[in-house]
């Protein structure tokens, strides 16, 4: 009866953990329990650093020709910064709107797989999922994805997307109303603020060799299209970087006869 009994409270353990993402069905491994309050800290630390870029992204709006208006309502209802930035940049430089939008429209597909992976991971319920979608970004994805139960990630998203969402705005505001007071942002030197942040964000991502030389050959096709294309056109060409580079990959694979294995 003992043994019985024993196996009974193991099943109830097992069942909890499956309903509280323990186990490693939901893309954890299942490393123990993590604090709330060390959650909550790692999640603030990433939104309130993230967040102070948005005054970057208020005085390159403003320098870009938006009106404080525009630019406020670019970061309420956009509020994905890669794109912001690929969006105002591209206007900057006399691109048209249209160009400008599709540069900033297929930087942002990327937080659609992220979504994809958050969804299984949060099982958020229905009701609240369309309001979440809005906080899926770069930074939520990455707190939420580091903590080891559902109910860390929970939290996670939740305190990255609101310190970062509230930061971000407020800080886009004073950036835009600073540009203003400025005047001239190209005599300060302010329209590199939006580039600059930009490649600060991106960096850290450029982990294997795959990734680098992605990113490299973007930069050769980006530089080297810009005195020949229209504004906002060399960025969309760049992004052919990605495939051209794993094609490359995969044929040289192929030809040794091996399976690729990850860069180091």
């Not at 994905?80 to 969006?87: D, E, P, V």
């Not at 994809?116 to 979440?132: D, E, I, T, W, Y």
């Not at 939290?155 to 505001?173: E, M, Q």
């Not at 580039?195 to 960096?203: D, E, H, I, M, N």
Request: with cysteine; proline share 5%.
């Amino acid at each position: 009866m003992a043994a019985e009994r024993t196996a009974e409270l193991a099943d109830v353990r097992d069942v909890r953990d499956v309903r509280d993402g323990r186990d490693g069905r939901d893309g954890h491994d299942g490393g123990g329990e993590k604090p709330d309050g060390a959650v909550v800290r790692d999640a603030l630390g990433v939104g309130i650093a993230v967040g102070l870029s948005g005054f970057a992204f208020g005085v390159t709006s403003a320098g870009s020709g938006l009106t404080l208006l525009q630019t406020c309502v670019l970061s309420l209802l956009v509020f994905t910064g890669a794109s912001q930035f690929a969006l105002v940049g591209a206007l900057a430089a006399g691109g048209g709107p249209f160009t400008a939008a599709a540069g900033a429209l297929f930087l942002g597909v990327r937080n659609a797989f992220y979504g994809l992976r958050l969804s299984q991971l949060l099982a958020l319920p229905r009701a609240v999922r369309p309001f979440a979608a809005q906080w899926v970004i770069d930074e939520t994805a990455a707190v939420s994805l580091a903590q080891p139960t559902r109910r860390s990630a929970r939290i996670g998203f939740v305190v990255t997307g609101l310190s970062l969402y509230l930061l971000w705005n407020l800080t886009t505001l004073l950036g835009a109303l600073g540009a203003e007071a400025i005047g001239d942002t190209d005599a300060w030197g302010l329209d590199a603020a939006g580039p600059a942040v930009f490649l600060a964000l991106l960096a850290p991502m450029l982990r294997t060799g795959t990734e680098r030389t992605v990113a490299g050959l973007a930069v050769l096709l980006g530089l080297g299209l810009l005195p020949v294309l229209p504004a906002g056109v060399p960025v969309l060409v760049a992004a052919l970087a990605a495939p051209a580079v794993l094609w490359a990959r995969g044929r040289r694979s192929a030809s040794r006869g091996d399976v690729p294995e990850e860069d180091r």
